[in-house]
């Protein structure tokens, strides 16, 4: 398409899609998160142009748009474009000299499910944006910018996860990232166990006002521990304790979205342990009770989402389900027996079509690696 479009042959790169095995809203506080990178991706191609001009075209949108490389807007406009354009204005910031390119996007990643189709763009861009002009950051660092971009540019104040697992993904395997120095460790997935996507249909978005809501009220929460505890900048450094202590200081709402957080924080960095052992009875149990708490005390479910969850309880083969992302829709993450998988997908399907009048999208996915070039 890129080629019949802008008469060039692209340079090619694909970036994927992520799901949290656990640990919501817990790495804007500087806290631990499991998630892996998944088998739905963007692809990116990129050539360059001699006529200064950014021309981006999104084949999922059927839409192209073109900006002046020496004349980039500082701010988002509420259009596709924010992702990428977002990217390059970064990068620009950073001192890079942009020449004038086409690049054309086209993605799996379903739009709005909490699946970070954004993050997956972002990537998608950076990654053949620094190929065209010859620079490569480590994972990391990529992942960094890509934040920023949606931070900055599109205006969304989302965390490091997404572009981080995007980035840095790898087969077979979640990652424990530690969001406050980026060093993370391999979680291996059983061979045995399929990673169940059930996209409940209701739509998801970090742009919009609940997810800056809930973040807010959590961060308020650290302010008032942080006004008796100074070594407390974040909420990964708060206990349960703290909430105790000063809880009465916060507004009630506050104090559910930290105990969220900070109990999050801890079921994150022991689930990594169970799984690392194969005891996946006690992985159950925790993504049951992360689920439980970004339902009742963090608010962050929908009644969908609670739907899904709980019609997947009794189903065989299940291990553990929650909802999965930044909340208020978007996909449950169910962990089933690899040969029971089949049969569970249908199930479910089936229960929660019956239960809600909406026919949901359900995904057998894969952990897979992270960015890179395809050709
Ligand atoms: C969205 C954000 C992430 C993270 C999750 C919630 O996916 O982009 O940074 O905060 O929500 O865990």
């Not at 991706?41 to 142009?49: C, D, E, F, V, Y």
């Not at 060093?183 to 166990?193: E, G, H, M, T």
Request: proline letters at 5%.
């Amino acid at each position: 398409m890129h080629l019949a479009r802008f008469q060039a042959e692209p340079a090619i790169f694909a970036a994927p899609g992520r799901v949290n095995l656990i640990g919501e809203h817990t790495d804007y506080a500087e806290g631990f998160v499991m998630p892996a990178a998944i088998d739905f991706a963007t692809l990116s191609g990129i050539s360059p142009r001699t006529d200064g001009k950014i021309v981006l075209y999104s084949e999922n949108y059927g839409q192209e748009r073109a900006f002046e490389a020496a004349a980039l807007p500082a701010m988002g406009s509420r259009h596709w474009t924010d992702y990428p354009l977002g990217v390059v204005a970064i990068l620009a910031g950073e001192g890079h000299a942009i020449p004038g390119f086409s690049l054309s996007l086209w993605g799996d990643v379903p739009l709005g499910s909490g699946l970070s189709s954004s993050a997956a763009v972002e990537v998608a861009t950076a990654l053949a944006v620094l190929s065209l002009i010859g620079v490569s950051y480590p994972g990391p660092v990529l992942a960094r910018l890509c934040q920023r971009a949606e931070n900055e540019f599109v205006g969304a104040n989302c965390g490091i996860m997404d572009q981080f697992i995007s980035a840095n993904g790898k087969q077979n395997h979640a990652l424990l990232l530690d969001c406050r120095d980026l060093s993370f460790k391999l979680a291996p997935i059983p061979a045995n166990v399929a990673l169940v996507i059930a996209n409940t249909m209701v739509r998801h978005s970090v742009a919009g006002g609940d997810y800056p809501t809930r973040r807010a009220e959590s961060e308020a929460a650290c302010a008032v521990i942080a006004s008796h505890r100074p070594g407390v900048p974040f909420l990964r450094d708060a206990t349960l304790e703290d909430l105790e202590k000063w809880g009465h200081e916060m507004t009630p709402k506050s104090l559910l979205r930290a105990r969220h957080v900070i109990s999050e924080n801890l079921r994150t960095v022991a689930a990594a342990e169970v799984l690392a052992k194969g005891d996946l009875a006690e992985l159950g149990r925790l993504m049951a009770e992360a689920h439980a708490s970004y339902s009742r005390d963090f608010e962050g479910s929908c009644v969908e989402a609670d739907a899904m969850v709980a019609l997947a309880q009794d189903l065989p083969g299940l291990i553990g389900a929650r909802l999965t992302g930044g909340g208020f829709g978007g996909c449950t993450i169910n962990l089933v027996e690899q040969s029971q998988a089949a049969a569970f997908v249908e199930a479910l399907g089936g229960r929660y079509a019956a239960q809600t009048g909406i026919v949901p999208q359900i995904h057998i996915c894969h952990a897979s690696g992270g960015a890179h070039r395809v050709k």
